[in-house]
């Protein structure tokens, strides 16, 4: 069965499956297998007949595809010290899930107030120490907060449990229990989505893939897309913990602010690595975090910094993988979904809104059985 080249390019090379080989060979000239072919279609959530529709008729789908994912953005994406820009392809079935959560709690949790955090800092006036302090103080947090957790994991875990507190649903990647598996070649490490009451924190936390994220860009990371929700800025973000560029937009020098605070970085001393090394324990992120920030400070000169990034670079690029376990599947579901979600969406469950099918469809995308779903009840208390 011919399709028409043009047709078969723009539904697939704008889908999640852009990349595998089936699309890539049938593109190069090789005939694609009817089974393999619809096994695509249901893969990208197309509808295998749009195949055989005039081009003009594909076109207006692909328009309102995009124009439902870009519902959920302010920006189509942001690239800090990074050329890489995020292809919406490589997480738009993570957007599509995130906004239907958002829909179904929207129209059924009647508890929901407009959220405090959203906008807080989009007019403000102040300066950077001063913005920093306000939203800290919206979190309920402080800095003492971060840094007397027991590791870099648990300052992360308390950030998150302050967003959610604040109605800020927060989903984490979980490798084979997401709408999508994230690409090899993808530049992503997060995104903030649209809405007044429930905005979603995606952070892709490194667990799908090779490269793993330390703990302390998570908790950068998390902190960065924080502030771009209280600037009421929604968007795929793409963040390079290992540059040596030393612009940043002012949303990034505030993340900055609120884990190490210009004023204290300018007292302390960089005599070697291992006190950068020592100050990252302490504030909670990574080396690189701190060798950076002391030199946009002025702490240290630029051919120490050059020294101190190389050095950690061969570090990072060196280091050694560390052999996962497999989390029970409702424990990975919880991740992904987010605690304050899947709390909300039960309680939209259990007040008949949902039934057992729908609610296995929308929180467990049928990778285990309705009859586990106190498991998961349990496993968000």
Not at 267 to 296: C, G, I, N, W, Y
Not at 311 to 327: A, F, H, K
């Amino acid at each position: 069965m011919p399709i028409e080249r043009e047709v078969f390019a723009a539904l697939f090379t704008n889908s999640v499956v852009s990349s595998y080989a089936g699309v890539r060979s049938a593109l190069a000239g090789a005939p694609l297998p009817l089974k393999e072919f619809l096994k695509l279609a249901r893969q990208a959530e197309i509808p295998y007949p749009l195949f055989f529709a005039p081009k003009q008729v594909v076109d207006e789908q692909l328009r309102l595809k995009n124009e439902k994912l870009m519902a959920g953005f302010t920006k189509t994406s942001l690239s800090m010290h990074s050329r890489h820009r995020v292809e919406l392809c490589d997480v738009e079935l993570i957007v599509k899930d995130l906004l239907r959560k958002q829909e179904i709690l929207r129209r059924y949790d009647r508890t929901l107030p407009k959220n405090g955090l959203v906008g807080l800092l989009k007019k403000s006036r102040g300066s950077i120490p001063q913005d920093a302090d306000r939203l800290l103080e919206a979190l309920g947090m402080t800095r003492a907060d971060i840094r007397s957790s027991r590791s870099k994991e648990a300052a992360l875990e308390l950030i998150i449990g302050r967003l959610e507190a604040r109605q800020v649903l927060v989903s984490r990647s979980a490798q084979h229990y997401m709408p999508q598996e994230m690409p090899g070649h993808a530049k992503f490490s997060g995104m903030t989505i649209k809405d007044k009451k429930v905005p979603f924190v995606f952070l892709a936390t490194g667990d799908e893939g090779e490269h793993l994220e330390p703990a302390g860009r998570k908790v950068f990371t998390l902190v960065l897309l924080t502030v771009l929700i209280a600037h009421e800025t929604f968007a795929p973000v793409n963040y390079d913990g290992h540059t040596k560029e030393l612009d940043a937009p002012r949303v990034y020098q505030l993340a900055a602010e609120i884990l190490m605070p210009a004023a204290e970085m300018r007292r302390l001393s960089f005599p070697d690595l291992e006190a950068a090394r020592a100050l990252a324990d302490a504030f909670k992120v990574t080396p690189s975090a701190v060798v950076m920030r002391a030199r946009r400070l002025g702490c240290i000169d630029p051919d120490t910094f050059s020294r101190y990034m190389d050095e950690l670079e061969v570090e990072y690029n060196s280091r050694t993988t560390p052999t996962l376990s497999s989390p029970r599947p409702v424990n990975a579901l919880r991740k992904y979904n987010g605690t304050e979600c899947s709390r909300r969406m039960l309680a939209v469950l259990d007040a008949g809104h949902l039934n057992r099918a729908e609610f296995r469809r929308i929180m467990f995308f049928n990778k285990i059985p309705a009859s586990q779903i106190d498991d998961f009840r349990e496993a968000v208390r």
